[in-house]
């Protein structure tokens, strides 16, 4: 069964470098998402890409994240000069009928920012 | 804008015991509703949706879920519960057509004894 995968698993930084999270969301889907879950709280939308733009996003997600689809296959989110409070799983999510349809989730990049 | 309750932090319960998981929404538009599950140090893996149609909606391994317009309110059952059905549960709400963000609730961790 096709699924959304994400590398790395855990990703260890120290506070103020630059960080790139990759996903590659499941193959026929053209709507991509990510999330982020801070321990013991809630999953938080970040941002939603659809067509090389982005729809949708997030009081959370300022001028420090960026994301980007570089090739037909990866979508990423770049945060630039990661911080404390930046640690957190963060979830990549595809969407074959966006809008319409139900999200799949990948099994999440845990960031830990020293 | 909508926001997901779910009211039971914790359900503990014995093997082969019926559960329910209780889930209410607020949204001053029509919904889209899911629920997630998540096992330990593992992604959010979709259970179930309602999207539209029949108000009883199937999922996998043997939950079930009513979507209540009146009572707003989306619970999952399973009549059965199994040792491996330990996990978080994640109640989810989207605006149905004017927004790609899901909602979700705090969770509620089911713990199955034997």
């Known amino acids: 069964e096709p699924e959304v995968t994400q590398t790395p698993s855990h990703q260890v930084t120290q506070m103020g470098q630059e960080v790139i999270l990759r996903c590659v969301p499941i193959s026929n889907h053209l709507y991509f998402y990510w999330y982020r879950q801070i321990l013991g709280q809630k999953v938080e939308f970040l941002v939603s890409?659809?067509?090389?733009?982005?729809?949708?996003k997030s009081e959370i997600f300022d001028d420090q994240f960026s994301v980007e689809r570089p090739d037909g296959s990866n979508f990423t989110l770049k945060i630039r000069s990661t911080k404390l409070e930046d640690s957190a799983m963060y979830f990549c999510?595809?969407?074959?009928?966006?809008?319409?349809?139900?999200?799949?989730f990948g099994p999440g990049t845990r960031l830990t920012v020293l | 804008a909508q926001s997901v309750t779910q009211l039971d932090s914790q359900v503990p319960v014995f093997e082969e015991a019926p559960v329910e998981l209780r889930c209410n929404y607020s949204s001053s538009v029509s919904v889209y509703l899911f629920w997630y599950v998540q096992y330990p140090n593992q992604g959010l893996q979709l259970l179930l949706k309602y999207l539209s149609g029949s108000t009883l909606v199937k999922g996998i391994n043997g939950f079930e879920a009513e979507f209540n317009k009146s009572q707003t309110s989306f619970h999952l059952r399973k009549p059965s519960v199994h040792i491996s059905d330990t996990a978080e549960y994640f109640c989810a709400v989207k605006g149905s057509y004017n927004t790609d963000k899901l909602i979700f609730g705090t969770g509620t961790r089911l713990q199955v004894f034997p």
């Open positions: 999510a595809s969407s074959e009928r966006g809008r319409q349809g139900e999200q799949f």
């Open positions: 890409f659809y067509n090389n733009e982005i729809s949708e």
